[in-house]
């Protein structure tokens, strides 16, 4: 609750501090995002292997055709096939980098991972598969398995091809086909393409020098080697692990390390908002007396509550239990209605609320905690959601054992590996095993591979003077190209929400081609032109994310040109957008 003899100077003093503790963090990383790098190659090859797949399967490189091809295999591509085939659209390929489907599920398998968005409204297509999870915030496993139940019932397997990476996809002018070409020499030719390849699916690494010196045992979190740990971790008894990075990884990583560990190091730069994660199993007699259709019904009342003009940032909290937090937002919102209430004064309610809310996690990790320099070290001192918020009832309690140490570098990180292991203050940690939970590039999907569309402009180089798409979903010069969960589309915490809404446009785009006896569709100019405008208009409206501290939400601080980045309207007025298109195709796509 507002501490009602909390002053304006108490909130000015906070927000001071926090500006204080981002510019500390800015000062030491004015290089932004090329802190980071996802080149693995030469001395990093080893990152990027694949230790889930058991044997490289042995094939022929593919020469053929088919009508419907994603790239990636994650949720995207599975849930957009179900929809294609329920609308008779039957010759799809999906294209794997990993052995399996599951996408982000396929390579994230440390200890402990599990999602925090609620599994009812997480797993897609519960109605269809006709399950319900065993618990109100899903295993990682039970993700995988649903990933995988998907795509045994529609018959997804034999459309997919794994262990194999799009390299290239070229418009063929002449064809009007997509031609791509893979890593295992495959020629493969589509119609359509939808590039389905996750937004937060390249694993990135901290430059840090020395890397390549260090004499232990390391590995990316969403590469975690069971071979080396043990599939319960009983390896790890006798070993000294390190960990680099507090983000939401590392907080669901941390636990399970601590427990199993003879020592465990946990490096942290920036300390993870920690809330309690209400967890429990499904009751039985709910799940009883659900209808069917019951969650296109949920689906549908959370794209209503995402109506909420200023405050939709805010409104994800609802997603994840800070219901008191989130209360306060919609008070505040509803002021929102109240046009006699200046602008200025709803902001600063909210800021007030979200203060709170941080003062709230503080307040809980000194309950938590014991040791209080530890407790103090652990504060995030930065407005609620600035950072990916986490949900965690037992990565606070980690560091009252007397195996874990935190080492708190305050915002600078670890600059230096030694071949012994992290250097931080003159004191060089020695480890047998290092386990980067450092983070994954973000929404560069649709440009990993050279995409080149008409008349040979590549797509990177259409972005290089800013990012032109209609909806974030298709982009003018690139007909019958599709792009899930990428920039100018609309961001939900719960992201399957968005990418079922793009799957669903999708489909109603290739099948309203097919149906027409069209060859192509692609965006009118002057929409793309409106949809960029769009995006400007609503990133425009605060500085919030300029105020942050620096992170992977806010690109690490850098000024973006606003057209390059998410569509900050909200989530329902983005799916009212898609609808309105699909009504009157010709007013948004022209068609060939
Ligand atoms: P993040 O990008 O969130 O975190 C990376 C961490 O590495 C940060 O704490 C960062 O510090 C730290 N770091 C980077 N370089 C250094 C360095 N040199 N020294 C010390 N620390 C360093 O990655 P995650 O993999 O944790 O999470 C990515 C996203 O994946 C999440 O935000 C979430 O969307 C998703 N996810 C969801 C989960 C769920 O639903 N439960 C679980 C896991 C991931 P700094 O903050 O200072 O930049």
Redesign the pocket.
């Known amino acids: 609750m507002r501490d009602k003899e909390k002053s304006e100077a108490f909130y000015d003093d906070v927000k001071k501090k926090f500006q204080e503790e981002r510019d500390l963090?800015l000062a030491y990383r004015p290089e932004g995002t090329a802190?980071?790098t996802s080149d693995f190659t030469g001395d990093l090859a080893g990152y990027a292997v694949d230790p889930f797949l058991k044997q490289q399967d042995v094939r022929a490189p593919l020469n053929d055709y088919s009508e419907v091809l994603f790239i990636g295999g994650g949720f995207a591509a599975l849930l957009t096939s179900v929809r294609l085939l329920q609308k008779g659209v039957s010759d799809i390929r999906i294209v794997e980098r990993g052995a399996d489907v599951g996408g982000?599920w396929y390579w994230?398998r440390y200890p402990g991972?599990?999602?925090?968005?609620l599994s009812y409204d997480y797993l897609p297509l519960l109605d269809e598969i006709e399950y319900i999870p065993a618990r109100n915030y899903s295993s990682g496993k039970e993700i995988l398995n649903h990933c995988q139940t998907i795509a045994r019932k529609y018959g997804l397997y034999e459309k997919a091809v794994f262990n194999t990476t799009v390299t290239e996809t070229v418009w063929n002018e002449e064809e009007q086909l997509w031609q791509l070409g893979t890593d295992r020499s495959d020629s493969m030719r589509a119609r359509f393409v939808i590039c389905a390849n996750g937004t937060?699916s390249q694993p990135k690494l901290?430059r840090?020098a020395g890397m390549g010196t260090f004499q232990g045992h390391s590995f990316h979190?969403?590469r975690w080697d069971y071979e080396y740990t043990g599939q319960e971790l009983e390896n790890l008894k006798d070993k000294v692990v390190g960990v680099?990075?507090?983000?939401?990884?590392?907080?669901?990583i941390v636990p399970a390390v601590a427990r199993a560990a003879k020592e465990l190091y946990v490096?942290?730069?920036?300390p993870?908002s920690i809330d309690i994660r209400a967890e429990q199993d499904t009751d039985p007699d709910w799940a009883d007396s659900l209808q069917a259709g019951w969650q296109a019904e949920r689906r549908q009342q959370a794209i209503e509550l995402s109506n909420m003009s200023l405050f939709q940032r805010m409104s994800t909290a609802q997603d994840v239990n800070s219901v008191d937090y989130f209360d306060k937002a919609k008070a505040a919102m509803e002021n929102d209605a109240h046009a006699d209430i200046p602008r200025e004064e709803k902001i600063r309610e909210l800021e007030k609320a979200n203060i709170d809310y941080m003062m709230g996690i503080h307040r809980h990790i000194d309950e938590v905690v014991e040791d209080r320099k530890t407790a103090d070290a652990l504060k995030p001192w930065y407005m609620f959601m600035c950072?990916?918020p986490?949900?965690s009832n037992d990565y606070l309690p980690s560091f009252n054992r007397p195996n874990v140490h935190l080492v708190d570098?305050h915002?600078k990180?670890?600059?230096r590996i030694a071949p012994e292991g992290p250097e931080y203050g003159g004191k060089i940690h020695r480890l047998d095993l290092l386990i980067y939970?450092?983070?994954?590039e973000i929404q560069k999907t649709g440009t990993y591979n050279r995409i080149v569309g008409e008349a040979g402009l590549d797509l990177n180089q259409k972005y290089a003077s800013g990012v032109r798409t209609l909806f974030g979903v298709h982009t003018h010069g690139f007909p019958n190209l599709f792009i899930m969960g990428g920039l100018q589309a609309s961001y939900q915490f719960n992201l399957t929400d968005m990418l079922q809404t793009q799957g669903d446009h999708i489909s109603e785009c290739i099948s309203h081609v097919k149906q027409n006896g069209y060859s192509t569709i692609t965006p009118r100019p002057e929409s793309e032109e409106n949809w960029v405008q769009q995006v400007i208009k609503h990133r425009g409206k605060t500085s919030y994310n300029e105020e942050c501290?620096?992170?992977?939400y806010n690109f690490?601080g850098a000024s973006m040109r606003r057209q390059d980045g998410n569509y900050n309207g909200t989530f329902s007025r983005y799916f009212q957008y898609l609808k309105e298109a699909e009504a009157d195709m010709g007013g948004s796509f022209s068609f060939t």
């Open positions: 963090r802190q980071y982000a994230n991972i599990a999602c925090d968005v937060l901290s840090i979190s969403s680099i990075g507090t983000g939401a990884s590392a907080v669901q490096f942290q730069r920036t993870s950072k990916r986490c949900f570098t915002g990180g670890i600059t939970a450092t983070g994954f501290t620096p992170g992977y690490e």
